[in-house]
């Protein structure tokens, strides 16, 4: 069963950072394409960043471009989010997904496993 749990939320500073992590299971993630999305109050999950099998392709949320980056680390299991210069409007539920095509998606329903999510609150 694949699982991915996510770690690194808080609560930070507007400007500060944060680096999100994802683990996920040994026997698919070299393979696969993640994604990065988050949820805030009363608001649709959206899309925030993706990165393909290899790590060689990467793609970003107008909203996070410049800001955030994402990596894959597979000899780890491993994607991360850094995220600079936050603000406010970035407090949100984060969340990491994994696609077995081993490519990244803005769509939700393209990825075939979710993390629990990780909470990220960015104080004014």
């Known amino acids: 069963q694949v699982q991915l749990v996510e770690s690194g939320g808080g609560l930070v500073q507007a400007g500060g950072s944060l680096r999100l992590s994802c683990a996920g299971s040994?026997?698919?993630?070299?393979?696969?394409?993640m994604g990065w999305f988050r949820q805030a109050p009363g608001k649709e999950r959206e899309f925030v960043a993706g990165i393909s099998w290899s790590g060689g392709s990467t793609s970003y949320a107008d909203s996070v471009k410049g800001r955030f980056t994402i990596s894959k680390d597979n000899a780890k299991n491993a994607v991360y989010l850094r995220m600079n210069s936050l603000k406010p409007e970035d407090t949100a539920v984060y969340y990491c997904?994994?696609?077995?095509?081993?490519?990244?998606?803005?769509?939700?329903?393209?990825?075939?496993?979710w993390g629990q999510g990780t909470q990220v609150t960015v104080s004014s």
């Open positions: 040994v026997r698919t993630f070299s393979s696969s394409g």
């Open positions: 997904a994994e696609a077995a095509s081993g490519y990244y998606y803005s769509r939700r329903d393209l990825y075939d496993y």
